[in-house]
């Protein structure tokens, strides 16, 4: 079987677009709570190729997008010690903290690495004996269990110069959030694949209970976003509310278990602030007690003073579901990936970023 050309497949493709063009009988509101979601939304022009009835809304579900500002700042603060070699992932790097970036940051000559994997950090330390080094940890469940690798290894192999700041998301408690604003209308909601194949798709089971709205948990793939849409509009018109895995070739119900319990093992359940959401009951997640030697939070003064963001951005309506970026003013006029003044125009995951790059192809 070809992973990739079958769930591309035109006929494939044209055939599901036939059916929910056929089935669709009211408006529905899906929102997709992935970054990579909105990315191959745009990227396959889906909302101009399906029902007009059938509208798009973006989710809280880019861990460099959701991190907000006093955190950012934060990570600069420790960047900034003396003898430190900071350390995290992805695009987090250049969203700009309330004066500057952590780019800006090792521009200046601080030693600031981004990593492909958190494992990495461990040859740094026994490269750098006498060096700090602080791991900021940022994801969704997909991510958690490689920190807590990370630390399952520092304390094997004795290493005493390693610290970890943890800043790991969860997906249910920011959905709860939102679907409790009474401003936001969702109907339905494309569920996440890479943070499924970590956790299961039954965690989403209590939401759709709870608020009455199906899920359909979908690969990334054009065929798989619409036949996990074909399968959302069914359950609208049948008034259903079930948790669909389309994405049965890597997802399953309970997920991985061991990587579910070394993160249980070393991990528990904290509030934590989203951008856009605001303060989130059991959020994220921190160190359980017994590891505190390793917490940078606890090592190290972590208090900092941060500054409003930008009246011009609308990152925070556009992660709660209630704005898009076409929205907003300054999106692709001051506001570029070159130029970005909020983190959806950051990170490679963002809405922003997707309406930006794929815009010509949504027109």
């Known amino acids: 079987m070809n992973f990739i050309d079958e769930f591309r497949d035109k006929k494939s493709f044209l055939a599901l677009r036939n059916l929910i063009f056929k089935e669709s009988k009211t408006p529905i509101n899906i929102m997709e709570i992935c970054g990579g979601h909105t990315h191959s939304i745009m990227k396959y022009a889906l909302p101009s190729l399906l029902p007009k009835e059938l509208s798009f809304i973006h989710g809280p579900g880019c861990p460099v997008c959701v991190m907000p500002r006093n955190r950012i700042d934060v990570a600069i603060k420790l960047a900034s010690m003396p003898g430190v070699i900071l350390c995290t992932l992805g695009d987090l790097l250049r969203v700009r903290g309330s004066e500057f970036s952590l780019l800006d940051l090792r521009a200046k000559g601080k030693d600031i690495r981004a990593l492909y994997s958190p494992l990495e950090v461990l040859e740094l330390a026994k490269q750098n004996p006498n060096k700090t080094l602080i791991f900021f940890a940022i994801g969704f469940e997909t991510t958690t269990p490689m920190s807590a690798l990370l630390l399952k290894k520092l304390i094997e192999e004795d290493i005493k110069n390693v610290f970890l700041h943890i800043n790991h998301v969860t997906v249910p408690a920011p959905i709860k959030a939102i679907m409790d604003d009474e401003n936001v209308k969702i109907d339905a909601f494309l569920g996440p694949s890479h943070v499924s194949v970590i956790t299961g798709y039954d965690i989403y089971k209590p939401l759709a209970t709870r608020f009455k709205t199906p899920i359909a948990v979908s690969g990334f793939e054009p065929v798989d976003i619409l036949e996990s849409i074909l399968n959302l509009v069914r359950q609208v018109n049948q008034g259903s509310f079930e948790v669909y895995n389309q994405y049965s070739r890597a997802v399953s119900k309970q997920g991985n278990i061991k990587a579910k319990n070394l993160v249980k093992e070393y991990f528990k359940t904290c509030d934590f602030e989203f951008r856009g959401l605001g303060l ?64 959806c125009m950051v990170s490679s995951e963002g809405a922003c970023a997707a309406y930006y790059k794929y815009s010509k192809v949504h027109a």
């Open 280 to 343: 989130v009951k059991e959020g994220g997640l921190e160190l359980k007690e017994e590891f505190s030697a390793y917490d940078a939070s606890k090592k190290f003064d972590c208090t900092v003073q941060s500054k409003d963001e930008s009246k011009a951005c609308i990152c925070h309506k556009i992660l709660r579901g209630l704005a898009k970026p076409y929205d907003c003013k300054v999106f692709a006029k001051a506001c570029t990936p070159k130029n970005p003044i909020g983190s």
